[in-house]
């Protein structure tokens, strides 16, 4: 009996690429990923959210409307005659209130910071979308190469039961042997149905962000891994045995929504110093008279104009306290770039500190634990032969292999996911996937 060692699937594996397919067409995962990042429909929210807050920032930068007045004034209750007194008159006046110093452009900066927050939120939602597909491509990936290794599994143990079925017909193995064996392809065959009820998971998920159409006929190849190019590149730029990674934050989508946000709260600062300023306000007016005077001339016209100010002299209770307020907003928003910050580097040194200890494990596996499974597996199949091994012993050590090389593939999983969340948390996806372009216009949403 000729037993095919079943790390040779994993093995040849290798040197298949990854793709999608449908009908015909080719994706890769990069265009996967480009293709969820343009019908992403968050992606439009936060563009017309950025748009929104920049046309609010103009409409807020502006004066308020004048205001106009139109009235009659010192009517005689008892004739109501515009003629009988001079101090009747129809009288129209415009006023027109002016902003506190420079509160009108500051505002309109505040806006247009805020703006810019959901820009960077914008290119964070594009990575997340990056994360979220790439996880389930590896986990995808994972699944058909286990279901790829117990499918060569099935095939040599339905072999190995023909066998057994044709030696105990001929009295030369016992039924406890044809049982096991059977028990075994019956054993395989739960594990084939679990990895597809696992499969069909993850593409349900990936209807999130693909259409059902393409998720249909996606057909994932057999790399042994994602190539982590940029991530490797600069990981070789680093100086040994560092633990400081707070320079490649800097550009990160996350870090820079919160400089803009530290910058909006500053802003805000000096909208609440401006409540400080008088705040004028100027009114002119016409009132027209048809009475005589006194002396029997005809009434002059009048005409008016006022300045008025509103001065803060009582600023203990309101200006002082949002004053304060917007001071405590600002330590709050440097405070959370600050956590933020301390979290992310926390989490680079333990991604670094897996993917050392993953690929020192793969290495195991590739050069030492493979090979011995399958030198087992020969020997016991050697002894079987020559009936010095129970067929129990070369069901184990077959299964053993298998689990084996199910078990490195994991790994190779662990590693790449690994790898997913260094790529997101450092911005090195081998794609640009902040410079992805996504619908930007209010028709395109519908």
């Known amino acids: 009996m000729n037993i095919k060692p079943i790390a040779f699937a994993l093995a040849f594996s290798a040197f298949v690429a990854p793709l ?35 046309e609010t920032g103009v409409a807020s930068s502006t004066l308020m409307d004048p205001k106009i007045k139109f009235g009659v004034g010192g ?33 309109q900066q505040r806006y247009e910071q ?27 990936q994972y699944l058909v190469r286990a279901n790829d290794l117990t499918v060569e599994m099935r095939e040599l143990m339905s072999d190995m039961t023909t066998f057994i079925q044709t030696n105990y017909s001929l009295g030369r193995n016992e039924a406890q042997d044809l049982l096991f064996a059977e028990l075994q392809v019956s054993k395989l065959d739960e594990n084939l149905q679990k990895n597809q009820q696992m499969q069909q998971r993850i593409r349900a998920q990936l209807s999130e962000w693909v259409d059902q159409r393409i998720i249909d006929d996606i057909v994932v190849g057999k790399p042994m891994s994602l190539f982590w190019s940029r991530l490797n590149q600069l990981q070789d730029q680093l100086p040994l045995y560092t633990t400081d990674y707070y320079e490649l ?5 996350k870090i820079l929504a919160l400089d803009k946000n530290i910058s909006a709260k500053e802003t805000q600062v000096l909208i609440a110093e401006e409540a400080y300023s008088p705040q004028f306000g100027i009114e002119v007016g ?21 300045l008025t100010m509103d001065i803060p002299l009582f ?21 959370q770039k600050g956590l933020l910050l301390r979290q992310m580097n926390a989490k680079v040194n333990t991604l670094f500190t897996d993917k050392s200890n993953l690929e020192e494990r793969l290495e195991r596996y590739k050069t030492v634990l493979l090979k011995q499974a399958n030198d087992r597996t020969k020997a016991t199949e050697r002894g079987y032969e020559n009936n ?19 078990e ?26 902040t410079e992805l372009s996504a619908a930007r216009t209010t028709q395109e949403n519908h």
Request: net charge negative.
């Open 114 to 140: 805020q703006s810019q927050i959901s820009q960077q939120q914008l290119q964070l939602r594009k990575l997340n979308i990056a994360k979220s597909i790439t996880r389930l491509w590896i986990e995808l």
């Open 408 to 433: 490195e593939a994991k790994l190779q999983s662990d590693l790449d996911k690994t790898m997913n969340e260094l790529a997101y948390t450092l911005n090195q996806y081998d794609q640009n996937v």
């Open 75 to 107: 009517l005689p209750v008892d004739s109501f005659q515009f003629d009988e007194s001079a101090m009747t008159n129809i009288s129209i006046g415009l006023g027109q209130q002016f902003s506190r110093g420079s509160t009108l452009e500051l505002t």
């Open 249 to 253: 934050f800097i550009q990160h989508p």
């Open 315 to 335: 600023t203990d209770k309101r200006q002082d306290r949002k004053y304060a307020a917007a001071q405590y907003q600002v330590g709050a928003a440097k405070s």
């Open 20 to 54: 999608f397919a449908n009908e015909g067409k080719q994706y890769s995962i990069d265009e996967i990923i480009e293709l969820a990042v343009s019908q992403d429909y968050g992606i439009r929210q936060l563009n017309s959210n950025a748009l929104s807050l920049k």
């Open 286 to 306: 016409y009132a027209y008279r048809q009475a005589n005077e006194m002396n029997g001339q005809p009434a002059s016209d009048l005409v008016s104009a006022y």
């Open 388 to 406: 010095t091994v129970q067929f129990s012993d070369l069901i184990m050590a077959v299964r053993d292999e298998l689990m084996i090389a199910v």
